[in-house]
């Protein structure tokens, strides 16, 4: 874990946020979710929900992925930007 601050937005700038505090280290996904969001692997970093702060969401929708999760993306410019773990 790495402490750190993040400046992060989609491709738009429809969703800005700060991340801070501690943040897994990266890590590549190859499963068949993250493989059809990307068209390729994945690179991920986690950080707790209460160290995230939103600026701007206007854009940001959530799609249920799966039993297990869902994706945040931007609606305007469809940039992936979350994955949350459900339950």
Do not use: P
């Not at 992060?8 to 280290?25: A, E, F, Q």
């Amino acid at each position: 874990m790495k402490k750190l601050t993040l400046n992060v937005s989609c491709l738009c700038g429809g969703i800005k946020l700060i991340t801070n505090g501690n943040h897994r280290d990266v890590q590549n996904c190859h499963c068949i979710q993250c493989m059809k969001t990307h068209g390729h692997h994945a690179a991920y970093t986690n950080v707790e929900e209460q160290n995230i702060k939103f600026i701007k969401k206007s854009t940001l929708k959530w799609f249920r992925s799966s039993k297990r999760a869902k994706r945040g993306f931007c609606s305007k410019c469809g940039a992936s930007v979350f994955f949350k773990v459900i339950g």
